[in-house]
């Protein structure tokens, strides 16, 4: 009789895996009348990828040395030899529980601009403990808020030549570099002189300036079309909770660590937010050691242009002669009017309007900002569900940005119908939540017509937008102050939305163009 074989493993998965008592090794013949066979030949772990080492077992039988191929992709698994289908599953389970490379990206896109946000947030909160130390003026309280504008309106039409040069990944790095610098010299900057803050503020708004047009164009490049709106979403979701954490985290860290405590905190978070990004992402997916050949083949697959950089700047003529790049601009302009009419003057509106007092008044105020992290989201997802059912890009484009605009303005005339504060906070919550819709149209269209030059484009369509927001917000006033009255200028508002979304849906398309 011979005797049964001895099997020894160098490691613990494998013991584990062969010292089951199955009863396909250990009988004499199986239950189909067959002898069991151990193979001769070895067998090895490893992967047919080619991108990423799968963990190799290895088990000796009678000294011979025996692996097992199994495939990045999942598609071919097998164990030649018998009482092998636990390990196989558990090794399938393993891997099944690998996140996608493009989902580590999108969720450090959402993280930064998280912080991009919060930077911004802690110096208009900070701003009133500096006025009363160094007896700022209430003129000069919106000189130095403004500051952060005079760079950021700049910066967007470079760093979107940038982009769309060197890649998204190296732009944010250096981005994300100089305004966490930025952040940190702020209250020395404060306590120098007034020249430096202002100074500092502009060189920080410079920097930030480049974060939208590196978040958009890395989107295109790792998701396909059909999750490239939820990518946005998520990360403009990131975008829109760093006012809460900001709002949030500022007034603690001023009441225990002083003036400088919230400006090192956040610019430490972006600073150690950079050591991961530096080492974990790349501008083009093809790059990336870490993505498998299925997730690259899906990334791939899904897109409907494949953009080649030439290293030139964009020609701007080219850019401006076409009416599909009017209608995102215009949809820009629009989109920040409205944004920072509501952002600057709710606490004002419910203060003198409702005579709520400006502590009451913030609260009103904070509530839409975590509605539109998740309105954000399901308008991506909304936007994806429709185009993987069939329908035509420019189609889905215009719905959404349809959505966006005549959703706002609708709510803002109905504020004029408001008579409690509460119900006017819900009007103005499910404006913001609606315009929310605006990510999966104008934000995403860049990159349908302009895929080469998006970055470029944006950087335009943005600082026409910054230079909306900063007409509208001083304008508000002026207006206000004019007529008397709040409802008539929302009402404007609300006309702006109407006439834009009709040039949205007569001039937009989802088509490339240039």
């Known amino acids: ?71 990045a992709e999942g598609i071919e698994r097998g164990m030649l030899m018998g009482g092998g289908r636990g390990g196989i599953e558990e090794a399938a389970t393993a891997e099944t529980l690998d996140i996608p490379e493009r989902f580590k990206v999108v969720a450090l896109m959402a993280c930064v601009m998280c912080l991009c946000n919060a930077d911004r947030v802690v110096m208009s909160v900070t701003v009133v403990p500096l006025a009363s130390k ?45 305004w966490s610098l930025a952040t940190l010299l702020t209250p020395w900057a404060a306590n120098h002189s007034t020249v430096a803050l202002l100074a500092v503020r502009a060189f920080f708004g410079l920097a930030e300036g480049v974060a939208l047009p590196s978040m958009s164009t890395l989107s295109s490049r790792w998701f396909p079309s059909h999750e490239r709106a939820s990518a946005v979403g998520i990360s403009m979701a990131g975008f829109h909770l760093g006012n809460v954490i900001g709002l949030l985290l500022t007034p603690i860290m001023l009441s225990t660590t002083g003036i400088s405590g919230p400006f090192i905190l956040f610019s430490s978070l972006g600073l150690l937010w950079l050591t991961r990004w530096a080492n974990g992402v790349t501008s083009d997916p093809r790059d990336s050691p870490f993505v498998s050949k299925s997730e690259l083949r899906l990334i791939r697959a899904g897109k409907t242009d494949s953009p080649a950089d030439d290293g030139q700047f964009p020609p701007l003529r ?16 629009t989109n920040n009017w409205g944004y920072f009419v509501l952002l600057s003057w709710m606490p004002v509106y419910f203060n003198s309007v409702f005579k709520v007092n400006l502590k009451q008044a913030a609260w009103f105020s904070a509530v ?34 349809s959505i966006g605009f005549i959703g706002p303005g609708v709510a803002l005339l109905c504020l004029n119908y408001a008579k409690t504060p509460v119900t006017a ?20 269209n860049m990159q349908d017509i302009a895929p080469r030059y998006a ?13 909306a927001a900063i007409i509208s917000t001083i304008g508000t006033g002026f207006f206000v102050q004019w007529l008397g009255s709040f409802q008539a200028f929302l009402t404007v508002t609300a006309g702006l939305y109407f006439v834009t979304a009709i040039f949205w849906n007569l001039y937009a398309t989802g088509e490339r163009v240039f």
């Not at 700022?136 to 952060?148: K, R, Y």
């Not at 080219?318 to 302009?333: E, R």
């Not at 429709?386 to 189609?395: C, D, E, F, N, Q």
Request: include cysteine.
């Open 425 to 444: 906070a819900a009007i103005m919550t499910i404006a913001l939540s609606l315009s929310s819709f605006s990510q999966a149209g104008f934000l995403l």
């Open 134 to 178: 160094f007896g700022w003026s209430t003129s000069f309280l919106g000189i130095v808020q403004s500051s952060f504008l005079w760079g950021y309106i700049f910066s967007s039409v470079i760093g979107g030549a940038l982009v769309d040069r060197y890649g998204g990944k190296n732009v944010m790095a250096w981005g994300v570099a100089l």
């Open 1 to 71: 009789m011979a005797a049964k074989p001895t099997l020894h493993s160098s490691s613990p998965a494998t013991s584990s895996f062969l010292s089951c008592k199955s009863d396909l090794v250990h009988p004499r013949k199986t239950q189909l009348g067959l002898a069991p066979r151990i193979l001769s030949k070895p067998i090895r772990w490893e992967s047919c990828s080619g991108i990423r080492d799968q963990s190799q077992e290895k088990v000796r039988q009678r000294g011979r040395l025996f692996t097992v191929r199994c495939t």
């Open 318 to 333: 080219l850019l401006l002669s076409k009416a599909p790049s009017w209608a995102i601009i215009f949809a820009n302009i």
């Open 455 to 467: 970055g470029f484009l944006h950087g335009i369509a943005n600082s026409a937008g910054t230079l």
């Open 368 to 401: 839409p900002w975590g509605t539109m992290a998740i309105s954000g989201y399901v308008a991506g997802a909304l936007s994806d569900s429709l185009i993987k059912a069939g329908y035509s890009l420019t189609l889905v484009r215009k719905i959404m940005q």
